[in-house]
């Protein structure tokens, strides 16, 4: 059973990249306050990241814990990068974590990005969502450069250029982690499909965020 076959197969299918959103991104043609109102929203996804790198941590036995938690506090640490991208775009601030509400849309994300009954499910969320974060990343970043007056180095795209690097490892990661746990796993294809339905949810659900904000921005 090739569990990582059936993950990126899913990510082929679900590629945010392609969301209208994006592309408008990458052709310059986003406002101001669609740039500000993304990111606000996807402030909760980046929480949300960090809270699943926890949650996966929490679930791990050693030997396997110690980097998961390496990992969770990267991940956290990278909140306060986003902070000042989203600054920069004039998205509001909350004064405290979860302040700020979130759109119904977000919030699918967020819940998401977070579930898990085991820990090859947190792990197949993860390496769902960190396994395009490079070319994603990467993506905005050139926008942001080309279109809109930012800079490719800076505290506004730090966030960027960290995860256009970072996520290559992080995903790299947790696939082999994703092996080395099957391997042990007596009804392989059942967990898989499980792992897989978390995956597609967790994409599905950045989808949706991007579809939140678009609304958001038609009903303003």
Same mark, same amino acid.
């Given at each position: 059973?090739?569990?990582?076959?059936?993950?990126?197969?899913?990510?082929?299918?679900?590629?945010?990249? $392609?969301?209208?959103?994006?592309? =408008?991104?990458?052709?310059?043609?986003?406002?101001?306050?669609? %740039? !500000?109102?993304?990111?606000?929203?996807?402030?909760?996804?980046?929480?949300? %990241?960090?809270?699943a790198s926890e949650l996966a941590a929490a679930a791990?036995? $050693?030997?396997?814990?110690?980097?998961?938690?390496?990992?969770?506090?990267?991940?956290?640490?990278?909140?306060?990068?986003? $902070?000042?991208?989203?600054?920069?775009?004039?998205?509001?601030?909350?004064?405290?974590? !979860? $302040?700020?509400?979130?759109?119904?849309?977000?919030?699918?994300?967020?819940?998401s990005w977070t579930a898990g009954g085991d820990l090859?499910? =947190?792990?197949?969320? %993860?390496?769902?969502?960190?396994?395009?974060?490079?070319?994603?990343?990467?993506?905005?970043?050139?926008?942001?450069?080309?279109?809109?007056?930012?800079?490719e180095e800076g505290p506004a795209t730090e966030y960027?250029?960290?995860?256009?690097?970072?996520?290559?490892?992080?995903?790299?990661?947790?696939?082999?982690?994703?092996?080395?746990?099957?391997?042990?796993?007596?009804?392989?294809?059942?967990?898989?499909?499980?792992?897989?339905?978390?995956?597609?949810?967790?994409?599905?659900?950045?989808?949706?965020?991007?579809?939140?904000?678009?609304?958001?921005?038609?009903?303003?």
């Amino acid at each position: 059973m090739d569990v990582l076959a059936m993950l990126d197969e899913a990510r082929a299918a679900i590629n945010v990249l $392609e969301h209208p959103f994006y592309q =408008r991104w990458n052709a310059g043609e986003l406002s101001d306050e669609e %740039l !500000g109102c993304y990111a606000g929203e996807y402030h909760h996804a980046v929480r949300a %990241l960090a809270q699943a790198s926890e949650l996966a941590a929490a679930a791990a036995e $050693e030997p396997h814990a110690a980097a998961l938690e390496l990992h969770a506090r990267e991940e956290r640490s990278h909140i306060a990068l986003w $902070e000042e991208f989203a600054r920069a775009m004039g998205a509001p601030q909350p004064e405290a974590p !979860g $302040e700020a509400q979130a759109l119904a849309e977000t919030e699918e994300c967020v819940c998401s990005w977070t579930a898990g009954g085991d820990l090859l499910e =947190r792990l197949a969320v %993860l390496y769902a969502i960190e396994a395009g974060q490079p070319a994603i990343s990467q993506t905005k970043l050139d926008g942001l450069s080309a279109h809109y007056g930012y800079s490719e180095e800076g505290p506004a795209t730090e966030y960027f250029t960290v995860h256009a690097l970072l996520d290559i490892e992080h995903a790299r990661q947790a696939g082999e982690l994703i092996e080395r746990l099957m391997a042990e796993v007596e009804d392989p294809e059942e967990q898989a499909e499980r792992m897989a339905e978390r995956a597609i949810a967790a994409l599905q659900g950045n989808w949706r965020l991007l579809d939140g904000v678009e609304a958001q921005m038609r009903r303003s």
